[in-house]
């Protein structure tokens, strides 16, 4: 069954600094993958998204990711981040397995919190 | 365009009671879903549908039942609640692209108390 790790928990960053968050799945074949956030007290909300094309991906907010596939990673970066970032962050994987095609499977998620 | 729309938003229930938790959806979307957020475990799929009358299970299905008579709606069955079903239920949905859905659009959430 396909899974998706992401390593950080909760990660505590200051303002201007640059963010990197970690998402992994285990499924060797075609994959769509997507970031999600959730800010307190609020529905998740689509950060960006990689169907095919270019791994670098930008996103709103001034997030980017890039698909790595040899290392089955989708990492999340933002070289500078704000107070108005501090959120849930999750990584979510649709993998392309015959019958499952509709299976969307999220991580953990990885709370951010940035210190003014 | 309301998108994504569960209700009730809250409710209380006694174990061994049932509900149902109704998704609707105005985007004509082929796919729907059922997630479970509890905190440090993430989203939990539940149950999902690639189409109206379809349904198959997810991650975490036991005691939970669903259906899509209509494409619009996906409903979410409790038979004999739970204290373990204590959680926040989201309903989502897709279009299709390709064979595979695109990104999910979440409703507001429904959360759910079992004592």
């Known amino acids: 069954a396909q899974s998706v790790s992401q390593h950080n928990h909760h990660v505590i960053l200051s303002e201007a600094a640059s963010l990197e968050l970690g998402c992994n799945y285990s499924?060797?074949?075609?994959?769509?993958l997507f970031w999600y956030v959730q800010y307190p007290g609020q529905h998740l909300q689509l950060l960006l998204k990689?169907?095919?094309?270019?791994?670098l991906v930008k996103g709103i907010k001034g997030f980017e990711a890039e698909f790595i596939k040899s290392k089955f990673s989708f990492n999340l970066r933002k070289p500078s981040v704000q107070w108005s970032d501090t959120a849930e962050y999750f990584c979510?994987?649709?993998?392309?397995?015959?019958?499952?095609?509709?299976?969307?499977?999220f991580g953990k998620g990885t709370k951010l919190s940035v210190k003014p | 365009n309301a998108g994504v729309t569960q209700t009730p938003k809250f409710r209380v229930l006694k174990t061994g009671q049932s509900m149902t938790l109704l998704c609707a959806q105005d985007m004509n979307h082929e796919y729907m879903y059922w997630y479970r957020q509890d905190p440090g475990m993430g989203l939990r799929l539940i149950h999902y549908s690639v189409g109206e009358g379809t349904t198959a299970k997810g991650e975490v299905p036991d005691g939970y039942n669903v259906s899509r008579l209509k494409k619009q709606n996906f409903l979410l069955g409790l038979e004999s609640a739970a204290p373990s079903q204590t959680s926040v239920y989201f309903c989502?949905?897709?279009?299709?692209?390709?064979?595979?859905?695109?990104?999910?659009?979440f409703g507001e959430g429904s959360r759910l108390t079992v004592l």
């Open positions: 499924y060797g074949g075609t994959v769509n």
């Open positions: 979510a994987v649709n993998a392309f397995d015959g019958g499952s095609q509709g299976n969307l499977i």
């Open positions: 989502a949905s897709s279009y299709l692209r390709h064979g595979s859905p695109g990104e999910l659009f």
């Open positions: 990689y169907f095919s094309g270019d791994p």
